[in-house]
């Protein structure tokens, strides 16, 4: 059978207006998604803080950060369409099987381990922190 044969597989592009994020998870907190007691998490954005943050009811907290790629990941779907006879005497319908792009995503959010840390005091400037030693 030649290869001109093969019309290939058919990709379309229709973003579906939705605003996807992908989490890397750590090998963890994914074993732990996938236990049969699986916690619930939270998102969360403390005081005092401008970004938000994941934790799950065993108190482990875990930072979000945003991670651009060099490469665009496709979120594609299954699609078929029919095509309808061209000619007046055929009957027959034809489906065509493929995919269709809904999203392209350019960054991911990673999720990174949280040192719990005792509340820390105010820093002051500078000359406040490094003058005491003069």
């Known amino acids: 059978m030649s290869s001109q044969d093969n019309a290939g597989i058919r990709l379309d592009f229709a973003p579906d207006g939705r605003n996807y994020r992908l989490f ?3 090998p963890e907190l994914e074993s732990l998604l996938q236990s049969p007691t699986a916690p619930v998490l939270y998102l969360k954005q403390p005081e005092n803080e401008s970004s938000a943050v994941l934790t799950n009811v065993q108190g482990k907290t875990y930072t979000l950060q945003q991670k651009n790629t060099s490469n665009s990941l496709l979120l594609l779907t299954p699609s078929s369409t029919t095509s309808h006879p061209s000619q007046p005497g055929e009957s027959t319908q034809t489906t065509h099987h493929g995919l269709t792009a809904v999203a392209a995503l350019h960054e991911t959010i990673e999720l990174v381990t949280q040192a719990p840390t005792a509340e820390q ?6 000359h406040e922190r490094f003058g005491r030693n003069r």
């Open 24 to 26: 890397e998870l750590p």
């Open 121 to 126: 005091k105010a820093r002051g400037k500078w």
